[in-house]
């Protein structure tokens, strides 16, 4: 599975941003997914993550509220819708793939990675 992230870019501080993931491989609509984000100087983590069938999603107490995950198997997408943004979503983003179906909140979990997309929220 090759999976590509876009949609990031510079924002100010309460506005929205959909980022996006293409999936490339046929096995992507079996596999979980997430998404995950690093700032400068921070460890990598969890975002939110969303079952193969996208009827069950979760997502990190930071974001709970003004993140919504959600993937359209049909065209081999995954999607993460940002609202509310705050100067310390400022990360770079990463989709996830993890073939072992454990909706994990654990970066360790998921064996496929983007190369990720910077959000920037400006004060």
């Known amino acids: 599975v090759q999976l590509v992230e876009s949609g990031g870019g510079l924002v100010q501080a309460g506005g929205s941003l959909r980022l996006s993931c293409t999936a490339s491989?046929?096995?992507?609509?079996?596999?979980?997914t997430g998404w995950f984000r690093q700032a400068p100087g921070k460890e990598r983590e969890f975002v939110a993550t969303?079952?193969?069938?996208?009827?069950?999603?979760g997502y990190a107490d930071s974001v709970k509220g003004r993140a919504t995950i959600s993937r359209d198997n049909a065209k081999n997408m995954l999607y993460l819708q940002m609202s509310s943004l705050k100067p310390e979503d400022t990360a770079v983003y990463y989709c996830?793939?993890?073939?072992?179906?454990?909706?994990?909140?654990?970066?360790?979990?998921?064996?496929?990675w983007g190369q990720g997309t910077q959000v920037t929220v400006s004060s």
């Open positions: 996830a793939a993890d073939p072992y179906s454990r909706f994990s909140t654990k970066a360790y979990h998921y064996p496929y």
């Open positions: 491989g046929r096995t992507f609509t079996t596999y979980p």
């Open positions: 969303i079952t193969r069938s996208g009827g069950s999603t």
